[in-house]
């Protein structure tokens, strides 16, 4: 159990201020909170299985490449619908970032599926990532050296699964929040 349910108290400052893997694959140590937190988690989790097996336990023991089987066991996005594939794209570096799909002729068509939501925020709360999108992509093209109009479709694709009884265009779009659906 927790000694603190106040995430100032359980984690410092330096422990997530610079985000990376490395807290995740050495083993586990007490200079990291919440590298400790997780490596807890994911023992108890692993290690308290009911079956006489012990292949949760060889998590600690064998090479790193276990270190996908917790993730394997548990996946995050696993959806047994189909799903549609959008894709950001941009003519030109004039133009506007707009939702395309690829048509059966592997044609490129612009989708008005997205409704535009907007956010009301309470005081004090900002976005802290660059949201403009024809920024970001106008950026990968050059960081990337590859045309404009090609940069959507490899690096700003999003999947949203779809059944028959449900619309497509039922989807709403926030540059925060990204692509969802109203509850």
């Known amino acids: 159990l927790l000694n603190s349910h106040d995430i100032c108290e359980l984690i410092p400052i330096a422990d997530y201020r610079t985000i990376n893997a490395l807290p995740r694959i050495l083993s586990a140590n007490n200079a990291n909170k919440l590298a400790e937190l997780e490596h807890s988690r994911l023992s108890a989790e692993l290690m308290s299985s009911k079956s006489k097996h012990v292949v949760a336990a060889q998590w600690w ?22 799903e549609a594939v959008f894709f950001l794209h941009m003519d030109d ?23 535009r939501e ?15 999108y024809q920024h970001v992509l106008l950026n990968l093209a050059d960081k990337q050296s590859c045309e404009i109009a090609n940069v959507g ?30 509850m």
């Open 61 to 82: 023991r064998a090479p790193l490449s276990w270190n996908g089987w917790m993730q394997r066991q548990t996946p995050f996005r696993y959806s047994p619908l189909p």
């Open 93 to 115: 570096e004039e133009s506007e970032a707009r939702f395309y799909s690829r048509t059966g002729d592997n044609e490129r068509k612009a989708q008005g599926n997205f409704r």
């Open 118 to 132: 907007e956010v009301r925020c309470a005081s004090g709360v900002a976005c802290w990532g660059v949201m403009d």
């Open 153 to 182: 479709e490899k690096f700003a694709e999003v999947r949203v699964p779809v059944s028959e009884e449900d619309a497509v265009d039922d989807w709403r779009y926030h540059p925060w929040l990204g692509v969802f659906r109203n």
